[in-house]
């Protein structure tokens, strides 16, 4: 409802000239701008451009003087303006349309291409649902004009599309009601009459032999005129075209009588008429060298007498045979939906039926080349095709299958906090989960974060629970093997660092220490460990700065501070800064008696030129070699063996 | 069987029934223009067919019954020969010949009937086989008394006898191009003389060769068939191919039952003999293929070469039927007395 009427025709003249501009610009910008210009309501609006472009494409094909190329940059332009909006969907279709209606064939091939090429617009969702009936239409009034016989590629391109353009259940694409073609029936001389091929047919079959035997029948050239023939092999065989053209036949009883007598018959000459293998395939290898074994496709079988001798010695035509027999027993056997319940074998025909198949079977394995392998898929086709069947009986569901619409289990670890502002606001803060069960478990505790926090949730080990055992090995008197020790165990160790890293700073002391493997580290973490538990985690002064300074060069990670010399006698730092402070330069004496090696003494001078630094360095690596053994007491025994009493004076009454 | 003792406590139809069920085929012959075919049975009587009318498109079942029966001998008919204007038939010791023009107007009228020289008069000595000497125009016999008589054709008369079989004669054949004739007989011995002067040039006893030899069927010779170069003789030794010249067995083919009738065709040897099919084999010795029949044993086999469009292959036996192949490699339908 618009305030101004749009005028049709003056409108639509607009949007054909700004079309024939469109298309000498090669680009939709024009008309993109006439359509915004005009005023008046889209959809009118719309219309009238659909309008346009139907005159435009009229006046082209009237002209004659346009290509197929023209029509196509037309629909282009249409396609464009669909996606801009500015047309409607079915547009690009009714134009195709009305350009393979107005042509002759050979350029509807190359407007067909043209739609084979943009299946995948056709398919996009702002075209698909408008137009599937069009182009539906389209390819099937295409189809009416083919000829089967002589436009075979060009039938087949149409129906390929189609298979590409429509989902798999897609209802019209499929044979619901298993209807058969009665249309295609085989016409042969039902009575002698003037032989249409005569002499012409004796210079075919000189030219193009089929492959046959040669010593069977009366092939050999120079053909003679005329040759006895079988009329009645010959008539009862092209009868049976007539029950595999329509197989409901079958069921009333006297046809099935002349099926069964001609069928015996038939079957009793492919049994009695052997293809020889050699023969055949021989010749079969030679023709495919020199011809390039093109495969030759008969759409309808030659049906005349004169051709029944070849046909019979020829493996293929065979095979197409017994394969139609095979087809047409699956048919009477099966369970169609649309089949009358009149349709029904009784127990001969079904035992027929069955004897028939197998002798079929036979006669296939025997046909060559290949006949086993051939009898095997031939088989399982056949299998696969009940499956179809019962997927039509069923009404073609889809294959799609839908995701079943489960609830994810609740992870209460991972669940996000409900809104306070509804649950938990009632005055027993109780949550109602709306089911008892869920209601109790919810309320255990109410608030995730607490639940979270709760002690049992710990599920990380303490460093001694996990430690103890290592500990324990790690002890000398305990007299455990290297190899046996837990430490060595990969999975310890691996488990051993994670821990590590939550609990203990001994992780984060950057280090020069190379260790050879992961044992050799876990074994001197141990022994730190060792040497601070069973006391509880304390709080951990980490030392980094001085630490960075010193390198001592022993065989143990340089320790930082960290050891905790509270409730044990072990040696504080501040203690040991005093003694150093006093030792000085007598380090050296006071290193004997705390067994320290030549090799750390020498590497203590190198590390510091500092007499205090040295001492430090000396008090601190008997402490890194004692651990827990590196008390008050010791070093006080040490220092008076030395003979710094008066420093183990001041220590012990510090 | 004879008709007649029994009529009266038979009907007839039951009696012409019993006839045919114990009929058999002993020989069949083509006629020169190869339209009819000639078929001689146990009970003496020949049938002449149509092929023309059993080949064509509306061919019923009536056109499977002869145009002509007629009795020619006493005995089984059990040679037919046919010439460029003559059948020629032999039963019990006599050969008598027909005009097949007469044949085909349904005039059964033998032209004449001979009967060669017989030592013993107290048995007359069936003919088994006839071959016809074009070269000079003379029909060899093989008969029931050892020998094998020579009947020249143009004046009617006798001319040779060859002797030197010491048992009756099954089969003989004719080598055109030496001019000699072969001939195969119950003791086993495969003779082959010169048609001029009638002296047995070699003499092949076909069961002393070990490859051959099949004692427990035992040594004759009941078909013979050369190919100028080579030979086919089989009985109760197996179907054998020979090479003349060398007078050695080149191939040996591997059938079953006894082989009473076999023929060369293109590159492919075809024989018939105990068992209802006819035997497709190489000419190296392998069956190829071997083609069910309706007799249960089949005796004659014949090949019409006369003509293009009736150019088919008859087998007839234990039967009153008469298998026609168009298609060598099935039977297409039969032909019944």
């Known amino acids: ?654 | 069987m004879r008709r007649g003792g029994k009529t009266e406590v038979l009907n007839n139809k039951q009696c012409i029934y019993m006839e045919l069920l114990h009929m058999s085929v002993f020989s069949q012959s083509f006629s020169p223009c190869g339209r009819f075919l000639a078929a001689g049975n146990n009970y003496g009587e020949i049938a002449l067919f149509s092929l023309s009318a059993a080949l064509s498109p509306e061919a019923t079942g009536l056109n499977q019954k002869p145009v002509l029966t007629f009795t020619a001998h006493e005995g089984p008919v059990f040679s037919l020969l046919s010439t460029d204007c003559h059948l020629l038939s032999a039963g019990n010791g006599e050969v008598s010949a027909w005009s097949w023009a007469e044949l085909t107007k349904k005039n059964a009228k033998p032209l004449w009937t001979k009967r060669p020289n017989y030592k013993s008069s107290l048995e007359i000595p069936e003919i088994n086989s006839m071959a016809v000497n074009p070269s000079d125009n003379s029909l060899v016999i093989g008969g029931g008394d050892n020998n094998v008589h020579i009947l020249d054709l143009e004046h009617g008369a006798f001319k040779l006898v060859l002797q030197g079989h010491s048992d009756y004669i099954h089969c003989v054949s004719v080598r055109e191009r030496e001019a000699e004739i072969l001939s195969g007989g119950e003791d086993g011995a495969v003779r082959i003389w010169d048609s001029r002067t009638g002296q047995s040039v070699h003499c092949i006893e076909v069961y002393k060769y070990k490859t051959c030899a099949r004692p427990q069927y035992g040594k004759w010779i009941s078909c013979v068939t050369t190919d100028s170069d080579w030979m086919l003789c089989g009985g109760g030794p197996s179907l054998s191919l020979w090479h003349l010249r060398s007078l050695s067995p080149t191939s040996i083919f591997p059938l079953t039952g006894c082989q009473r009738q076999a023929t060369f065709y293109q590159d492919m040897i075809l024989a018939v003999g105990e068992g209802s099919f006819v035997s497709h084999c190489l000419l190296g010795g392998e069956v190829k293929a071997q083609i069910p029949c309706m007799p249960q044993s089949l005796n004659t086999l014949q090949l019409n070469t006369n003509s293009t469009e009736h150019r088919v292959l008859t087998a007839g036996g234990s039967s009153s039927h008469i298998d026609v192949f168009t298609n060598l490699s099935y039977r297409a339908f039969s032909l019944s007395f």
Not at chain 1, 154 to 177: D, T, V
């Open chain 1, 1 to 654: 409802m618009s305030p101004h009427s749009l005028k049709f025709v003056d409108t639509k003249n607009k949007f054909s000239a700004s079309i024939t501009s469109a298309l000498a610009d090669k680009n939709s910008k024009s008309l993109i701008n006439t359509f915004s210009q005009i005023i008046g309501n889209e959809a009118e609006k719309k219309t009238t451009l659909d309008q346009a472009l139907r005159g435009v494409l009229g006046d082209q094909i009237v002209e004659k003087k346009a290509g197929c190329d023209d029509y196509l940059s037309l629909i282009y332009l249409s396609i464009d303006a669909v996606t801009e909006g500015i047309s409607s969907a079915t547009t690009p279709f009714v134009l195709l349309g009305d350009v393979l209606d107005c042509l002759p064939l050979d350029q509807c091939d190359k407007i067909f291409s043209f739609v084979e090429e943009n299946v995948s617009t056709w398919k996009s969702n702002s075209f698909y649902t408008a137009g599937k009936n069009y182009l539906l239409r389209m390819c099937n009034d295409l189809l009416r004009r083919l000829s089967k016989s002589q436009n075979t590629v060009f039938c087949g391109r149409i129906q390929l599309f189609l298979a590409r353009l429509f989902p798999l259940s897609e209802k019209s694409g499929l044979n619901l009601q298993s209807q058969f073609n009665l249309d295609n029936i085989t016409v042969f001389n039902k009575n002698e009459q003037e032989s249409t091929l005569g002499q012409k047919h004796t210079e075919e079959k000189e030219d193009c032999m089929e492959v046959e035997e040669g010593e069977m029948g009366e092939d050999d050239a120079p053909l003679p005129c005329s040759i006895p023939i079988d009329y009645n092999l010959y008539r009862k065989f092209w009868t049976l075209q007539d029950y595999f053209r329509n197989p409901v036949q079958c069921y009333e009883k006297f046809s099935w009588m002349t099926f069964l007598k001609y069928s015996d018959e038939t079957l009793a000459v492919f049994k009695s008429y052997k293809l020889d293998d050699m023969q055949a395939s021989k010749r079969k290898l030679e023709e495919m060298r020199t011809s390039g074994g093109e495969h030759v496709y008969f759409a309808k079988f030659l049906t005349s007498e004169k051709l029944m001798d070849l046909q019979l010695s020829d493996s293929n035509f065979r095979r197409h045979i017994l394969l139609q027999y095979l087809i047409l027993f699956q048919y009477l056997k099966g369970q169609v939906k649309f089949k009358s319940s009149t349709c029904v074998l009784n127990d001969d025909q079904t035992t027929w039926i069955e004897e028939t198949t197998k002798l079929v079977y036979q006669l296939l394995r025997e046909t060559p080349p290949d006949g086993d392998k051939f009898a095997t898929m031939v088989e399982h086709i056949l299998n696969t095709e009940e499956n179809w069947n019962s997927w039509k009986n069923e009404g073609c569901p889809s294959f799609v299958k839908e995701r079943t619409v489960d609830d994810k289990p609740k992870r209460p670890t991972r669940k996000r906090q409900a809104p306070e502002d509804f649950l938990g606001k009632g005055p027993d803060r109780k949550i109602f989960m709306g089911n008892d069960e869920l209601t109790r478990l919810w309320n255990l505790n109410p608030d995730n974060m607490e639940a979270c926090k709760s002690d049992s949730r710990e599920f990380m080990p303490s460093l001694d629970e996990f430690f103890t055992e290592a500990i324990e090995q790690a002890d000398p008197a305990n007299m455990v093997e290297e190899e046996y020790k837990v430490v060595r165990n990969p999975n310890y160790g691996w488990r051993a660092l994670r821990l590590l890293s939550r609990r203990s700073p001994h992780f984060f002391q950057p280090t020069n220490q190379k260790f050879k493997s992961l044992a050799d580290y876990l074994d001197s973490m141990v022994s730190k460990l060792a040497k601070e538990l069973p006391k509880d985690i304390p709080s951990e002064e980490i030392k980094t700065g001085e630490e960075d300074d010193d390198d001592n060069g022993d065989n143990l990670l340089k320790d930082s501070n960290d050891s905790p010399s509270i409730q044990s006698k072990l040696v504080t730092n501040q203690q040991m800064d005093d003694i150093a402070a006093k030792l000085g330069a007598q380090w050296k004496m006071l290193a004997s008696h705390l067994e320290m090696k030549a090799v750390e003494l020498r590497e203590i001078e190198t590390d510091s030129e500092d007499v205090d630094m040295q001492a430090k360095l000396l008090l601190v690596a008997w402490q890194d070699r004692e651990g827990t053994q590196a008390t008050v007491e010791n070093l006080t025994t040490a220092l008076n063996a030395a003979g710094f009493s008066q420093i183990a004076d001041s220590l012990n009454e510090a």
